[in-house]
């Protein structure tokens, strides 16, 4: 009879998933990460996988590394949206000196202090040790790496677990160890900046504006036409951030959004910003968009429709740091009758 409860017991252990210890998602894990004390070991964002590349190596040249890809450039500025929506902040950015950890560290995060520790293969005692540092207190860290280091080290994390554009967060136990705290999924940077990822979008009323309307209207065209979709570039996530805020016609959360993805401008601090948002919003109440009529990395113009009529929100993001604001432009359209 004991031998038979042991091999139950044995049976169990072996049957219990591994992906269990990952027990927090999207919401629940980005309320952890904005009270600090966690590290993030993100890997780095989409590439081009037909490109092969001997690994553990750093070529110095570009060409002979294995680079993101459009995908991964969009994946590694959604991921700067998401972090700097659910304000969370980070003490140390550390990264693999390879072109495509380093972009995506400075696409999500900013710029990082580079470490072969986070490139070498085998696992190194070096490694080791900079995957358990623990942040320093009331912060976080963010180590953007490669698949290995994460399987290597992160207890519960198999094999093909975590993908390109994915990252494992973790807690550090007083022992020097550390524990799985959940995973973000691809889906879940999707769903993260956008509420309504993924799910159906009631039409748009044939008249007039509801406070309720969707935070991101980025699905709204003309009756009868391919609905227009703000293009996932920088100055479009950007967009996407200020169009939420300023529909939610909640002063705190513009507030949040000039104070957390606008550059500085000592000649418009955010007080006056706001007074500009208080009038925009009163005459215009919530947009919804009709047309992109143009686009580039840093700057998108979009065609609006509002309560007054027809206008044209153009957003302009810094060279120096593509996500954030440099100006957000409203254009009334001349009505012609």
């Known amino acids: 009879m004991l031998h038979l409860l042991a091999s139950l017991a044995l049976a169990a252990r072996i049957t219990t998933p591994v992906e269990d210890t990952a027990q927090l998602r999207r919401e629940a894990l980005m309320a952890k990460l904005r009270s600090g004390g966690y590290s993030v070991l993100l890997r780095h964002a989409r590439t081009d996988y037909s490109f092969k590349e001997e690994v553990g190596s750093v070529p110095k040249d570009r060409t002979a590394q294995r680079n993101l890809n459009d995908d991964g450039i969009r994946d590694a500025a959604l991921m700067g949206v998401v972090f700097r929506k659910y304000r969370i902040t980070f003490a140390e950015i550390i990264s693999s000196p390879m072109f495509r950890t380093v972009e995506t560290a400075e696409m999500a995060v900013g710029e990082p202090t580079t470490t072969m520790a986070l490139r070498s293969f085998p696992a190194t005692p070096e490694q080791a040790a900079l995957v358990k540092t623990p942040p320093k207190p009331g912060t976080n860290r963010i180590l953007v790496t490669h698949h290995f280091v994460i399987e290597t080290h992160v207890p519960g994390v198999k094999p093909g677990m975590v993908g390109e554009s994915e990252a494992a ?169």
């Open 169 to 337: 967060v973790v807690s550090h136990g007083a022992d020097g160890q550390i524990q799985l705290v959940g995973i973000i999924k691809l889906e879940d940077w999707k769903a993260l900046a956008n509420p309504g990822y993924g799910k159906p979008q009631a039409a748009p009323a044939a008249t007039g504006f509801s406070h309720g309307a969707p935070p991101f209207p980025a699905a709204v065209g003309h009756a009868g036409s391919a609905p227009a979709h703000i293009p996932d570039t920088h100055a479009g996530h950007v967009a996407r951030e200020y169009i939420a805020a300023f529909n939610s016609g909640d002063a705190n959360k513009m507030r949040t959004f000039i104070e957390t993805s606008f550059i500085a401008d000592p000649a418009r601090p955010t007080d006056e910003r706001m007074k500009s948002y208080a009038k925009l919003f009163d005459a215009n109440g919530p947009l919804s968009l009709v047309s992109v009529d143009s686009s580039a990395q840093t700057l998108v113009a979009l065609g609006m429709t509002s309560k007054t009529g027809a206008l044209r929100l153009t957003v302009k993001t810094s060279d120096d740091n593509p996500m954030r604001a440099a100006s957000v432009t409203f254009t009334m359209m001349e009505r012609r009758d």
